[in-house]
């Protein structure tokens, strides 16, 4: 059977390319899993590729972290190597990260067809890089994968054939769907361990460089957050970017009152966004899971 090659290199892409990985798998297809590394720390991806039953990647490219440019063009020449060692019958990629903008040029370069999972979501702000990174995946793919209606429409107002467009649905549901009952016992356990209840408690993640890099806008999102742990038991899992932000600002004391924790496994995290009230995120996987499983959500955005 043909090789594919899967390219993938932050926690998002890691979550939903599992099932992705688990139906070629049950399929009994041949394929290279390969690693950006664009999340290098361990609770970041190591932990989710044991929760999620991940296999070892192939190859880790091992990239980390650098400006766009930086991470795009190392993530390039990185994988032009990687194809050209393997000669894959396709190259698949999950989402809108550097990584996978990096795969869609450099597999078509190679003149290998480019798979692209979640094509056609769009912002209409090109201010976003993701916006920037999933346009140029979907302009070169030979395949897309769409997560929904409007998105399969966006691609077919863009000029994409209706033979290379497939409706999907979104991946991120089948992890949900297979994880809930181990998430919910894991965020029981949490939750005592925190001493909070049920819909009792807020449940906050930010990450974003737009929300983390501008020491006002990060200064003034930490100051909503102290004025809701006023009123509401406020838990943050902090990421390591936001942890390395905060300790810049010149705050005395910016998790004031407010419950700050270490990253957590996905199935501790999917456990606590489960039973909380609402989620205040700026995490576009964040926002489809609590989707999921019904959680009301503020975006950060």
């Known amino acids: 059977m043909a090789n594919l090659l899967l390219v993938a290199g932050t926690r998002p892409e890691a979550i939903k390319m599992a099932p992705v990985i688990e139906q070629l798998r049950r399929l009994q297809l041949d394929f290279t899993f390969v690693w950006n590394g ?108 769409a997560p929904t209606k409007p998105s399969m429409l966006n691609l077919l107002f863009e000029g994409v054939s209706r033979e290379r467009l497939h409706l999907t649905g979104n991946t991120i549901v089948d992890v949900v769907r297979k994880h809930r009952d181990a998430a919910r016992e894991l965020g029981e356990r949490i939750m005592s361990e925190l001493n909070v209840e049920k819909e009792k408690y807020l449940l906050v993640t930010i990450h974003r460089a737009e929300n983390t890099d501008d020491p006002s806008k990060l200064e003034n999102i930490l100051a909503a957050l102290r004025k809701l742990a006023r009123e509401f ?69």
């Not at 038991?233 to 810049?248: D, G, L, S, W, Y």
């Not at 705050?251 to 957590?264: C, K, N, T, V």
């Not at 999917?270 to 909380?276: S, Y």
């Open 38 to 145: 664009q999340h290098y720390d361990y609770k970041m991806s190591k932990i989710f590729f044991e929760q999620l039953d991940l296999p070892e990647p192939d190859d880790n490219l091992d990239v980390k972290s650098g400006s766009h440019a930086q991470q795009t063009a190392e993530s390039m020449v990185k994988l032009e190597k990687i194809i050209r060692q393997y000669m894959p019958s396709i190259v698949v990629s999950e989402g809108d990260t550097n990584s996978v903008a990096a795969a869609a040029m450099t597999s078509v370069k190679c003149l290998v067809p480019f798979a692209h999972v979640e094509a056609g979501l769009r912002s209409w702000n090109p201010a976003m890089p993701e916006e920037i990174n999933r346009k140029i995946a979907d302009s070169v793919a030979s395949l897309h994968f």
């Open 233 to 301: 038991t406020v838990v943050f899992p902090v990421h390591p970017r936001t942890k390395e932000r905060i300790a810049q600002t010149s705050l005395e004391h910016p998790l004031e009152g407010i419950i700050g924790l270490e990253p957590l496994g996905y199935q501790e995290f999917l456990g606590l966004l489960m039973n909380c009230l609402i989620v205040l995120t700026d995490s576009g996987g964040v926002q489809e899971e609590a989707c999921t499983v019904k959680v009301p959500t503020v975006t950060l955005r």
